[in-house]
């Protein structure tokens, strides 16, 4: 089969973020025999390293090991008795005594795990019984990346000193007034500033409050330029007058900026005079207002400098608005601004005046945060896109309505540059548009989404050879009554993927946010297809009722409730032993759509299912909104509960307006016999689970057997 469904699997598994480059990896060994070192050198090759290894045998061969090249990483393995030998406490001796970062790794004999606390007292990094080559190999592979995590810190320590010296040579003698304060004083000034505050040298300022060189009655609005600078808040250009040693005055622009001064933060002021500042308007956006690109990526470096001293983490919101295009082409360029400002003003109208607002780009907005609650700024994000959804913006005559999609990233003391925290903020927003979705939702960045957005393009057209090869079976697990009187048996359909080496591969696997809405499409309609096939060849099993998964893009596309009618009756398969399963959050997307779709299903005389309820913040807004005939709840109430994390009482109120609602209510992973009579309490109608049985691609559970004889 050309382009094979096992490499589907090496598409998702072969995207790390790292490079994929051979890393080289050079390692010493001491006291390891010949097959040990080929082994260890053939896995790690099969493990994308490019390695080289050296055996030494006493102190002295080290020694000259380190006149020809750096190691990486030394492997001793383990002797009863080392005397006459090179042995590992007078390695690591040796070693600290140099200054050299060399991790040391112990092997254990066979598969024995001794206990390695008096290995690690003497600073050996790792310790590993030598016959457990995967375990070896997750090792070496985590002690190696330690230590260029550390060599890469050290790099950078040598390049920020380097900047950091430049810099303060460009401002020594830069044109513009430049100084630096700590606590109200200035500790450094170049000879600018000096100039034009009246000093004849720099030196003499050293130490000057800087209230002393502002006319006292403006002490209390230097005070307050000083505390809003010290908490990062948004600041117009600040305006004061500075009075000269010789009483002469003028009036001074100052930006301030949080820097470092050798070591320790303060703020960098830079002192102009209105002639030179040319608009004081500069820092804000023409069109809405708010702080323009340049204020507002200055806000965030600077955030991002405090953050990282520890106990002033900021949360970033990244608002980009939902095809722009589309918009342009209805009202034009000149119709975009209108909508904009529209925007900003919801923005301003909602968002605290505490936090930065400003513009970055055409489409996109930004928020930052004096707050480091994820669930506050998700419920910001939330209401925001409430808010911008249900405004109309009326231009020349056309109702506009827009959208915005909001990516949200952490400032933390573990936070990138400025740059990649855009960089992911957008990744988030953008990944709202992935998968045929629509934007017009919160997404907080998380590391997984990179390996997600960078897989292989070719797995659309993967898939769609599969489809054409058959590549694909079902399996069926079944839904058990609980307090459910019934005679129907019930059972969920779940599609495989058959690879070439007859491996069964689960949608979590080959379901990725890049699949073109068509393919799956195309997979609802071949799962569809093939549950009939199975339901005509079970007639004499008695009533049988299948739960069907459908993807986003099958429910809100009108093709399939046409073209169902004519499948059903070919088959002579009646319309009600069809559950078409919804997603919650598919649903919340294009609520609209989805109630659209329920109830042409419904009218067909097809049944419903809305699952994954409760995972999402719209849940109640969506159960209202769509009358589906079962509800599932979401797995992770079950995790929960079985974990006794959830109690009784948080699950019947979340249960209640279902019963309310007389919804038959269906309790999926079902792991264990724990959870039996909190369900059954609760007023659960069906169970789902491993525990009873997991998918098999018969419809055989014997409790439908026994009951019906």
């Known amino acids: 089969m050309s382009n094979s469904t096992d490499q589907i699997l090496a598409a998702l598994a072969k995207r790390p973020s790292r490079s994929h480059d051979d890393r080289n990896i050079n390692l010493l060994f001491a006291h390891c025999d010949t097959l040990q070192m080929e082994l260890l050198l053939t896995n790690l090759r099969s493990a994308r390293f490019a390695p080289r290894g050296q055996a030494v045998q ?7 090991a380190f006149e020809h090249r750096t190691w990486d990483i030394l492997v001793f393995s383990w002797k009863n008795d080392y005397s006459g030998t090179l042995e590992p406490q007078e390695t690591i001796g040796w070693l600290q005594q140099q200054g050299r970062d060399l991790p040391v790794l112990l092997l254990s004999p066979g598969q024995e795990m001794v206990d390695p606390a008096h290995w690690y007292s003497l600073g050996i990094d790792a310790v590993v019984p030598a ?33 950091s010296e430049r810099n303060h040579y460009l401002i020594h003698h830069s044109a513009s007034a430049f100084c630096f304060i700590q606590h109200d004083k200035l500790v450094f000034a ?9 000093y004849d040298s720099a030196h003499q300022l050293n130490g000057h409050q800087l209230s002393s060189l502002v006319v006292f009655e403006q002490h209390d609005r230097l005070s307050e330029y000083l505390r809003a600078a010290w908490q990062n808040q948004p600041l117009p250009t600040a305006t004061l007058t500075f009075s000269r040693p010789d009483g002469t005055r003028f009036e001074g622009l100052l930006r301030f900026t949080a820097d470092e001064y050798l070591g320790e933060p303060c703020l ?17 956006d023409p069109i809405t207002g708010l702080q323009n690109q340049h204020a507002c990526l200055q806000a965030l470096e600077a955030a991002c400098t405090r953050a990282r001293r520890g106990g002033q ?3 970033l919101l990244l608002l980009k608005l939902d095809h722009l295009d589309v918009i342009r082409t209805e009202v034009g360029d000149a119709g975009e601004a209108p909508i904009l400002r529209a925007i900003a003003h919801i923005l301003s109208n909602r968002v605290n005046s505490i936090h930065l607002l400003g513009r970055l780009e055409d489409d996109t907005f930004m928020v930052l945060m004096h707050n480091a609650s994820t669930d506050r700024a998700q419920e910001l994000g939330r209401t925001l896109c409430h808010d911008i959804r249900n405004h109309v913006c009326n231009v020349k005559g056309t109702a506009i309505h827009t959208t915005v999609s909001v990516g949200i990233v952490m400032i933390n003391d573990s936070a990138p540059s400025s740059a990649t925290l855009l960089e992911h903020a957008l990744e988030a927003a953008d990944s709202l548009h992935q998968g045929n979705r629509p934007g017009n939702g919160v997404k907080l960045y998380s590391p997984e989404q990179e390996l997600l957005s960078q897989v292989d393009g070719k797995m659309n057209k993967r898939l769609t050879n599969a489809l054409k090869l058959n590549r694909f079976k079902l399996l069926f697990q079944p839904i058990v009554p609980l307090r459910l009187e019934s005679r129907d048996a019930y059972y969920e359909v779940l599609l495989r993927l058959i690879s070439d080496s ?14 073109e809405p068509e393919v799956l499409r195309q997979l609802d309609r071949w799962v569809i297809e093939h549950a009939l096939e199975s339901l005509q060849a079970t007639r004499s099993a008695g009533p049988i009722g299948l739960f069907i998964n459908l993807s986003g893009p099958s429910i809100r596309c009108s093709k399939l409730p046409l073209w169902l009618p004519a499948a059903l009756e070919q088959r002579a398969i009646a319309p009600a032993q069809l559950v078409f399963q919804i997603s ?51 797995g992770s109430y079950m995790r929960d509960l079985q974990s006794d994390s959830l109690d009784l009482q948080t699950l019947e109120a979340l249960l209640a307006p279902l019963q309310e609602q007389a919804r038959v209510i269906i309790a999926p992973q079902v792991e264990n016999t724990h959870v039996l009579p909190e369900l059954y309490s609760s007023g659960v109608h069906l169970l789902q689970g491993h525990y009873l049985q997991p998918p098999r691609e018969q419809m055989d559970y014997d409790f439908f057997t026994d009951q019906d004889s």
């Open 58 to 64: 006493d102190l002295q061969e080290l020694q000259q």
């Open 131 to 163: 016959d457990n080559n995967a375990w070896l190999l997750l090792e070496l592979d985590r002690v190696y990346r330690h230590l260029q995590t550390r060599r890469n810190l050290r790099s950078a320590e040598t390049r920020l000193h380097q900047l």
């Open 190 to 198: 170049n000879t600018a500033c000096a100039q034009l505050l009246g």
């Open 268 to 284: 960098a002021l830079e002192i102009s005079e209105p002639r030179h500042e040319g608009n004081t308007l500069q820092n804000l």
């Open 313 to 315: 983490d900021r949360s």
């Open 502 to 515: 007859n491996k069964s591969i689960s949608p979590n696997a080959f379901i990725i946010q890049s699949i």
């Open 584 to 634: 919650e959050s598919d649903a919340a997307v294009d609520l609209m759509a989805a109630s659209r779709f329920t109830q042409t299903i419904q009218q067909l005389g097809c049944r419903t299912c809305l699952k994954h309820f409760g995972s999402s913040p719209n849940s109640t807004h969506v159960r209202q909104a769509l009358e589906t005939d079962f509800v599932k709840l979401d």
